[in-house]
């Protein structure tokens, strides 16, 4: 199986952070013989303000990316992720390897990139790490819905400049549960309107809009907001539609996101 990536932003502890995790390696990990976790840290020589690392040392981490990758073949280890935060970059396995193995590629590392590479290694037979580390929760699912528009909207030709409407859905169980989402995210939307269909376990939807840009970070603070309102009410957030803009400011057919339900990337 071919590995797919995915990647979002997130806290970690006090920091903001950015997971890119080995999506495919859900459906794998549990018949890999691989027993041992192994993650690789680095820490930035000069991290910007937010902990992240600066472009001049881009292609440096990228290379030591390759080389720690390289030294492991598919009977080895499996690559699941990758984590930057707070001035480090984290570079996550499962392997058979044991961990002498694995400090020995760590110090060689250095002599390529000049980077100290720290190393942990442990038992990892429940993959805790790739579970509660790695594989997104709700919130993280709803950045990658996010990124997708996103991408979605600049492979149309449109730069993401120009603010616009942009519309939202959520479904409940009751007419009162969308009644208490309302309430809640007033200060992030304003209600379009309301519909009801005759059966099904989400009978009551909302339509909702604001406006701003269509870019994934602007427009996760809202759809966090609503994502987050909606599941407290045991209801589902639905997505987002945004009108393409293209560099001239013209029009085109709205960018829809992947509904609440659709939890793979």
Request: with cysteine; net charge negative.
């Amino acid at each position: 199986m071919t590995d797919a990536w995915q990647g979002y932003p997130c806290r970690i502890g006090s920091h903001p952070g950015f997971v890119t995790y080995n999506h495919s390696a859900a459906q794998r990990l549990a018949q890999l013989p691989f027993p041992f976790f192994a993650g690789f840290r680095v820490a930035f020589d000069a991290p910007e303000e937010d902990g992240f690392p600066p472009t001049s040392e881009h292609e440096r981490l990228r290379e030591l990316e390759v080389f720690l990758a390289s030294r492991f073949s598919p009977d080895d280890a499996l690559m699941v992720g990758r984590t930057t935060t707070n001035g480090e970059r984290y570079f996550q396995f499962y392997t058979r390897l044991a961990r002498a193995a694995c400090k020995a590629i760590a110090d060689r590392a250095w002599d390529l990139t000049g980077y100290e590479v720290a190393i942990a290694h442990e038992e990892d037979p429940a993959r805790t790490t790739y579970w509660k580390e790695l594989y997104p929760d709700e919130d993280g699912w709803q950045a990658i819905r996010d990124r997708s528009l996103e991408r979605a909207l600049q492979d149309a030709g449109d730069p993401l400049t120009e603010a616009r409407e942009i519309l939202h859905w959520a479904w409940f169980g009751s007419a009162d549960a969308r009644a208490a989402f309302l309430a809640a995210v007033a200060p992030l939307a304003d209600l379009v309107a309301e519909s009801e269909i005759p059966e099904g376990r989400f009978r009551f939807s909302a339509k909702l809009r604001h406006h701003g840009l269509p870019d994934s970070v602007s427009v996760h603070r809202v759809t966090l907001g609503l994502s987050r309102a909606a599941r407290a009410n045991g209801g589902e957030y639905d997505g987002w539609e945004a009108q393409v803009c293209g560099p001239a400011g013209g029009d085109a057919e709205p960018a829809t996101a992947a509904g609440a339900g659709g939890r793979g990337p």
